[in-house]
């Protein structure tokens, strides 16, 4: 089921500033959020901030729940898909592992009929402390989500672990979590970005694919329940979570990428512009500006989808056709040249670098366009596709 409200609680820790981060992602997916702040979490971040960002009144007392029945700590759970707590800090974790129930966010949670989500926050000597070793596995027998912190510079100054998940991530996790598993047991590759084909130490080759659909797609994969393998070239995105990435920067390192991990594979997906050619001879110099032309010998890079599909032990093999022009056309005959089962065609200069795509999907049965969306929405359903065309596994 798709989540529709959550419930998001902020305890007391300099982190509590990212709930602002937390809280504006959600809404901008259609998410209600009700948040609820403890006394501790209103001096690091004003409560106005919340309401401004929710578009709701944001609760903080156990006494004014706001509620006509006086029952608020009760109220605010029913209906909600989720409370996620980010920060929690130790103390609070300290209260719900030993049903203390004290002020609203706690009472809220030990009154709830729906999951819990905790974001730890805290010192690093805190996260190690054995007493929080043990709050964190008693919450976790009790069916608890614990969203383990990160390690880095805290803002005490020390470095370790203790660091809560960016809000990214804990907006990936709770929305990723409700997907259905259709790729559950399976194990899917796919390659992501531009590649980068040197000319000389400082120049080259690419294009201006931003990697953002394939790296939705391997998102989309491990949300739906495989195991992902991403080989990506260069590009800045941040890994999706539960996701294994390779990176390389040219064709023929992404080429030897993906034939060294095909292995138990059950679906290839490839994704990333990867260039057509390559120069023949690079330069091991920077090459100097001349008042001559320039000419550099290219010679064709190894066709890594068709490769994969022509070996008698192949996957699942889903290609992807950017065009300019005559994109069914172009498209379809692609998929008919290199024997796929689908490929996935669009405009190029709809698609490089957008946060939303519009395709159209080919098999032998023809042609299945699908509407303009966000890439990560239609990277979940691109995947639902996949997976009602993988064969069973034998």
Known sequence: MPVSRIVLGITGGIAAYKAAELTRLFVKAGVTVDVCMTGAACRFVAPLT???????????????????????HI??????DAIVVAPASADFLAKVA??????LLSTLVLARDCRLIVAPAMNRQMWANAATRRNIARLAADGVVVLEPGSGEQACGEVGEGRMQEPEEIFAALMGSEQPKLLAGRHVLLTAGPTFEAIDPVRGITNTSSGKMGFALAQAAAEAGAVVTLVSGPTPLPTPP???????????????????NL???????????????TPAAPAAKKVKKTNSPLTIALEPTVDILASVAARGDAPYCVGFAAET????????EK??????????ANRAQDAFGRDDNEVTLFDDAGAHPLPRMDKLALARRLVSEIAKRLPARS
């Not at 022009?325 to 379809?332: C, E, L, Q, T």
Request: zero cysteines.
């Open 242 to 260: 539960g996701v294994r990435r390779i990176d390389v920067v040219s064709a023929a390192q992404m080429a030897k990428a993906v034939d060294g």
């Open 335 to 344: 998929r008919r040249r290199k024997k796929l089962p689908l490929i996935v």
């Open 325 to 332: 022009d005559d994109v069914d056309r172009n498209a379809d």
């Open 263 to 277: 292995r138990g594979v059950d679906a290839f997906i490839a994704v990333a512009a990867v260039a057509d050619y």
């Open 50 to 72: 919340l309401q401004a960002l929710s578009g709701r009144p944001v609760l903080t007392d156990l006494w004014a729940s706001g509620a006509d029945n006086g029952m608020g």
């Open 75 to 80: 109220d605010l759970s029913r209906g909600a």
């Open 98 to 103: 030993n049903g203390h129930a004290d002020d």
